[in-house]
C-alpha cells in the first residue's frame, strides 16, 4: 500500500535538509526564505535490518525494503493564508498525504535568520497550525454551503453532516485542529472527502545544532511543554545528518559511534511514521528477493495479499506462515517445518508483524 508524508514547516528550519536526508532524491536547499518555485517529491526506504537477515540464509538476487512517498513543501509564513510568502500555495501538494512531518528550527544560526526574528518553536508550532486552520476553514465553510441547499430540501442525511460540520467549523474558527473537534469517531467520515490538513497525525521534528543531537535543549522542552505527552517528538541534528548520508555503509557506523548515536534520527523518524499511521511489515522470500510490505495492523491474510497484488486477494487459497524469529533461530523453512512452527492460516488470519508469507490463490 502507498504510504505518505509531507513535511511542513516555517522557512529556514531545515526542513528540506531532512528531506535529503532522508530520500533519494536530492533538493535544493538555500538560506534565502521563499526562494524555492515548487514542492520536492521522494521516495524513503524503510529501515528494517530483518530483511538483511533473513536474506543471510536465503541469498536473494536482491533485497527490497518498504517505501514511504514524502513531498517538501515550501517554507510557510505568518500571513501565508492571506498570501504571505509562497508556502501556502503549495498546501495542495500535501492534502493527500497520510500523516505530517512538522520540522521546529531548534537552533541559532545567526547566518540563517529566522523570519520571525527570533528562534522560538513553540512560537512557529502556533503559527503553523494557524495557516493550517485557516484552510481547513475554508474548506469546511464551502462544504456548508453546498450541505445548506440539500438540507433545505429535506435531505435527513445532509441536515446531519451540516450540524457536525458546524461543529468542525467552531473548533477551527477557536483555533483548534480538526483532529481533536468534539464530534464521535464515526462522524469524522463526513469531512473525509475534504482532506483536512488539521485532520492528519502529526510527528514534530525538532532541528537541533549537533551539540544537542543526543539531549536536545532548551527549545525541544518548550516544544514538548506545548504539546500532549503522547505526542511523537524526534529530535534531529538536520546538519549531522546530512554529514552521515554521504557517508557508505562502513563510514557510517564510525561516524555514529564517534557522535555518540546508535543510528540515524531519520531512521527513529520513519519508525515514528509507522508508528502514527498504525503500519507494520510482513515479508516474502525467495531466490529472486527478500522483500518488505507495509500493511496497516490488523489487515487479514488475503488483506495484506491484495497490497502485493490485486490478484492474490481475489483468489486467496491459504497463505503459508513462518514467524521471522522461528525462521533466523532455525535458519530454514524446512527446519522450520520440522520444528512443528510452520503454519498454514486461512481468510480470517490477522498478518503479523514480520511475519514471512508465501500466498497460494487461484483466478
Known amino acids: 500500500m502507498a504510504t505518505n508524508c509531507g513535511i511542513i514547516g516555517l522557512a529556514n528550519t531545515g526542513k528540506t535538509t531532512i528531506?535529503?536526508?532522508?530520500?533519494?532524491?536530492?533538493?535544493?536547499?538555500?538560506?534565502?526564505?521563499?526562494?524555492?518555485?515548487?514542492?520536492?517529491?521522494?521516495?524513503?526506504?524503510?529501515?528494517?535490518?530483518?530483511?538483511?537477515e533473513i536474506d543471510k540464509f536465503i541469498h536473494s538476487t536482491k533485497v527490497v525494503p518498504a517505501t514511504v512517498e514524502i513531498v517538501d513543501v515550501p517554507g510557510?509564513?505568518?500571513?501565508?493564508?492571506?498570501?504571505?510568502?509562497?508556502?501556502?500555495k503549495f498546501l495542495a501538494d500535501i492534502q493527500q498525504t497520510d500523516a505530517l512531518i512538522h520540522v521546529l528550527r531548534c537552533f541559532d544560526d545567526e547566518s540563517l535568520p529566522h523570519i520571525e526574528g527570533s528562534i522560538d518553536p513553540a512560537r512557529d508550532l502556533e503559527i503553523v497550525d494557524?495557516?493550517?486552520?485557516?484552510?481547513?476553514?475554508?474548506?469546511v465553510e464551502r462544504k456548508i454551503v453546498r450541505t445548506k441547499k440539500l438540507a433545505g430540501t429535506g435531505d435527513a442525511k445532509a441536515k446531519k453532516e451540516l450540524q457536525i460540520?458546524?461543529?468542525?467549523?467552531?473548533?477551527l474558527e477557536n483555533f483548534g485542529n480538526a483532529r481533536t473537534?468534539?464530534?464521535?469517531?464515526?462522524?469524522?467520515?463526513?469531512?473525509?472527502?475534504?482532506?483536512?490538513?488539521?485532520?492528519?497525525?502529526?510527528?514534530?521534528?525538532?532541528?537541533?545544532?549537533?551539540a544537542s543531537a543526543i539531549t536536545g535543549n532548551d527549545y525541544v522542552e518548550q516544544v514538548k511543554k506545548v504539546l500532549d505527552e503522547n505526542t511523537d517528538v524526534i529530535v534531529i541534528a538536520g546538519e549531522l545528518e546530512a554529514e552521515i548520508a554521504e557517508l557508505n555503509k562502513e563510514d557510517r557506523?564510525?561516524?555514529?559511534?564517534?557522535?555518540?548515536?546508535?543510528?540515524?534520527?531519520?531512521?527513529?523518524?520513519?519508525?515514528a511514521a509507522y508508528h502514527t499511521l498504525n503500519l507494520q511489515s510482513f515479508f516474502?522470500?525467495?531466490p529472486k528477493e527478500v522483500k518488505a510490505w507495509t500493511i496497516r495492523k490488523g489487515m487479514t491474510a488475503p488483506e495484506a495479499s491484495g497490497v502485493i497484488h490485486s490478484d492474490l486477494e481475489r483468489g486467496f487459497i491459504r497463505a503459508e506462515v513462518m514467524k521471522y524469529?522461528?525462521?533466523?533461530?532455525?535458519?530454514?523453512?524446512?527446519?522450520?517445518?520440522?520444528a512443528g512452527k510452520f503454519h498454514v492460516e486461512g481468510k480470517h488470519y490477522v498478518v503479523e508483524d514480520g511475519d514471512i508469507m508465501h500466498i497460494r490463490f487461484n483466478v
Request: charged share 25%; proline share 4%; with cysteine.
Open 19 to 52: 528531506f535529503n536526508c532522508m530520500s533519494n532524491t536530492k533538493a535544493e536547499s538555500s538560506a534565502y526564505a521563499f526562494s524555492a518555485t515548487k514542492s520536492n517529491k521522494g521516495i524513503i526506504d524503510v529501515p528494517d535490518p530483518r530483511l538483511y
Open 253 to 271: 557506523v564510525d561516524f555514529l559511534t564517534d557522535a555518540g548515536l546508535k543510528e540515524p534520527g531519520v531512521d527513529k523518524l520513519i519508525r
Open 284 to 286: 516474502t522470500a525467495g
Open 325 to 338: 524469529q522461528d525462521f533466523i533461530a532455525l535458519g530454514s523453512e524446512q527446519a522450520v517445518k520440522a
Open 76 to 88: 510557510l509564513a505568518k500571513g501565508s493564508s492571506q498570501g504571505e510568502g509562497v508556502g501556502n
Open 130 to 139: 494557524f495557516e493550517l486552520q485557516v484552510r481547513d476553514l475554508d474548506l
Open 165 to 171: 460540520l458546524e461543529i468542525y467549523k467552531n473548533h
Open 181 to 210: 473537534a468534539p464530534v464521535e469517531d464515526e462522524d469524522r467520515s463526513v469531512v473525509h472527502d475534504l482532506q483536512l490538513l488539521t485532520e492528519k497525525p502529526v510527528i514534530y521534528v525538532c532541528n537541533v545544532d549537533d
